[in-house]
C-alpha cells in the first residue's frame, strides 16, 4: 500500500511535469507567432520610407533630387512641386514681412537704431542707394522693389526652365531658372554646366531668381506693372504678371505665352502644393 505523503509527492511531480510541458508549448508558438508578423512590420517600414524617399536628398543637402525616376507626366510633377514649393513659398513670407514693416513705418517719424539697421539691410539686399537720412528715404523704389513674385508664376517658371527638375542644369548646378552668369562671377567646377550660375541649394536658386527680378534694370517694367496693381488695390497674380515680364528669354512674347500656358494646364496642381 502506498502511504499518503507518497501519493502527494507523486501529485506534485506531475503537476510540474504538466506546468513545463505546457509553458513549452506555448513559447514555441509565441516564437512562431511573432516570427509571422515580423515581415508584416518589415514591409510596413520600407513602405513608409519610399514615400518620403523623393525628398531625402533635398533634405539633407538642399539639393533636388533626382527625379527622372519618376515617371513623366503627374507622379514627377508632383515630386517636383513637393521639392521646390516650400522655398517659394518662404522667400514670398520673408519678402511679405519687410513690405509689412516698410509699409508701417513709411508714414513714421522715429526711427530706433534697429529699425535704422533693419532699413539699411533691405537697401542693400535690393540694390537702392540711401544715405541713411531717414528724412529722405527713397519709398517709391522701395515698395516697388520690396514685393512678392506671385507663388503660381515662380513654380511655373521653375518648371519650364529645368524641365520639371530633370535638366542638367538644374540637377548639376541647382539651377531651375536658366539664369546665367558672367563678368567673372562664374564659379563651375567638374560636372557643371559652364556659363550658367551655381547654387548651393534649391533654397539659394530660388532666392537668386527672386533677387534678379525684384532688383535687376531689365525687369523695371515688371516691377511698376506690380506696383501699378498695388496702387489700385488689385491683387498680384500670375495670370496679372506672367504677360508682363518682358525681357528673361530672346523668344519676346511667344514665350510669356508659352508661360501662360504652362501655367493654366498645371494650376490645379500647383495650387493643391500651396
Known amino acids: 500500500m502506498i502511504s499518503t505523503p507518497i501519493r502527494r509527492y507523486g501529485a506534485t511531480i506531475l503537476m510540474l511535469l504538466t506546468f513545463a510541458i505546457s509553458g513549452e508549448v506555448l513559447a ?15 514591409a510596413s517600414i520600407n513602405k513608409v520610407s519610399s514615400k518620403k524617399e523623393y525628398s531625402r536628398n ?10 527622372r525616376k519618376y515617371p513623366s ?27 509689412n ?4 513705418k513709411q508714414y513714421d517719424g522715429r526711427w ?8 539699411q539691410d533691405i537697401t542693400k539686399r535690393y540694390k537702392i542707394s540711401w544715405s541713411g537720412n531717414t528724412r529722405k528715404i527713397p519709398w517709391n523704389t522701395l515698395l516697388e522693389r520690396v514685393d512678392i513674385i506671385p507663388v503660381s508664376m515662380v513654380a511655373t517658371m521653375a518648371a519650364a526652365e529645368s524641365g520639371w527638375g530633370t535638366s542638367k542644369l538644374a540637377r548639376a548646378n541647382n539651377n531651375l531658372f536658366g539664369m546665367k552668369c558672367g563678368g567673372g562671377k ?6 557643371k554646366v559652364k556659363g550658367y550660375s551655381r547654387f548651393g541649394s534649391v533654397k539659394e536658386s530660388v532666392q537668386a531668381y527672386v533677387a534678379n527680378l525684384n532688383t535687376h534694370p531689365a525687369y523695371s517694367s515688371f516691377r511698376k506693372s506690380r506696383a501699378q496693381l498695388r496702387k489700385n488695390d488689385q491683387e498680384v497674380t500670375a495670370t496679372a504678371m506672367i504677360h508682363k515680364l518682358k525681357g528673361y528669354s530672346t523668344r519676346g512674347s511667344s514665350y510669356n505665352n508659352y ?3 504652362m501655367y493654366q494646364d498645371n494650376q490645379r496642381l500647383i495650387a493643391a502644393h500651396m
Open 259 to 261: 508661360l501662360f500656358a
Open 58 to 67: 533635398s533634405e539633407i543637402s538642399g539639393s533636388l533630387p533626382d527625379l
Open 73 to 99: 507626366g503627374t507622379p514627377r510633377k508632383k515630386a517636383f512641386l513637393r521639392t521646390v514649393m516650400p522655398y517659394i513659398t518662404s522667400q514670398n513670407a520673408a519678402i511679405t514681412a519687410d513690405r
Open 186 to 191: 562664374c564659379n563651375n567646377g567638374p560636372g
Open 28 to 42: 514555441k508558438t509565441h516564437t512562431a507567432t511573432a516570427s509571422q508578423k515580423a515581415p508584416a512590420v518589415k
Open 101 to 104: 514693416w516698410l509699409v508701417s
Open 112 to 119: 530706433s537704431p534697429t529699425e535704422r539697421a533693419r532699413l
